[in-house]
T-cell receptor
Framework: DSGVTQTPKHLITATGQRVTLRCSPRSGDLSVYWYQQSLDQGLQFLIQYYNGEERAKGNILERFSAQQFPDLHSELNLSSLELGDSALYFC?????????????FGPGTRLTVL | GENVEQHPSTLSVQEGDSAVIKCTYSDSASNYFPWYKQELGKGPQLIIDIRSNVGEKKDQRIAVTLNKTAKHFSLHITETQPEDSAVYFCAAHSGGSARQLTFGSGTQLTVLP
């Protein structure tokens, strides 16, 4: 158990809908990262937040957004969902926001868009 | 941006044998190279990492080597056990403004009893 929690574990929804995925980092970690894992694209970095502020952006679609709250939990919002958004979404956390440091992953949320 | 290539995509070994997974990266500014193990239905688990100022690191049956000149790094698992069966991912973190981990495509390791 990495100490990173994610809810829900599974999510099934329809095209055009909006969903919110939630992540709680390990105790003491200030950074949260979001990743998408699909069969054809592998593990792709989406976005990083550090202590409430956006720190780095990867291949995140404009339909997706994220935020980190004062208690350091983070939410990833996915809107206007398409079939191709079906994937595993992972959250990871680390102690600091810059430089190189270990990232610990949560168990993921499996999103299925029908 | 960074590009990480990982080989092989699948690897089967007999229990007790060694397994080697290789990765190459493109960005010479990358300075941190973690390896993750992902079991079915779970998130990636960090198993070992190496920084660019070190050539080799070992932790019990697992070792990682880094060749900065050739821009490649490898994971070595000795005395493999059935519980080592999983998908293994290498990754590289750029020390520049990219500030993100770029992952390889993964290796499905199967240890046959």
């Amino acid at each position: 158990d990495s100490g990173v929690t994610q809810t829900p574990k599974h999510l099934i929804t329809a095209t055009g809908q909006r969903v919110t995925l939630r992540c709680s980092p390990r105790s003491g970690d200030l950074s949260v990262y979001w990743y998408q894992q699909s069969l054809d694209q592998g593990l792709q970095f989406l976005i990083q937040y550090y202590n409430g502020e956006e720190r780095a952006k990867g291949n995140i679609l404009e339909r997706f957004s994220a935020q980190q709250f004062p208690d350091l939990h983070s939410e990833l919002n996915l809107s206007s969902l398409e079939l191709g958004d079906s994937a595993l979404y992972f959250c990871a956390s680390s102690v600091v926001g810059g430089g190189v440091n270990e990232q610990f992953f949560g168990p993921g949320t499996r999103l299925t868009v029908l | 941006g960074e590009n990480v290539e990982q080989h092989p995509s699948t690897l089967s070994v007999q229990e007790g044998d060694s397994a080697v997974i290789k990765c190459t990266y493109s960005d010479s500014a990358s300075n941190y190279f973690p390896w993750y193990k992902q079991e079915l239905g779970k998130g990636p688990q960090l198993i070992i990492d190496i920084r660019s100022n070190v050539g080799e690191k070992k932790d019990q049956r697992i070792a990682v080597t880094l060749n900065k000149t050739a821009k490649h790094f490898s994971l070595h698992i000795t005395e493999t056990q059935p519980e080592d069966s999983a998908v293994y991912f290498c990754a590289a973190h750029s020390g520049g403004s990219a500030r993100q981990l770029t992952f390889g495509s993964g290796t499905q390791l199967t240890v046959l009893p």
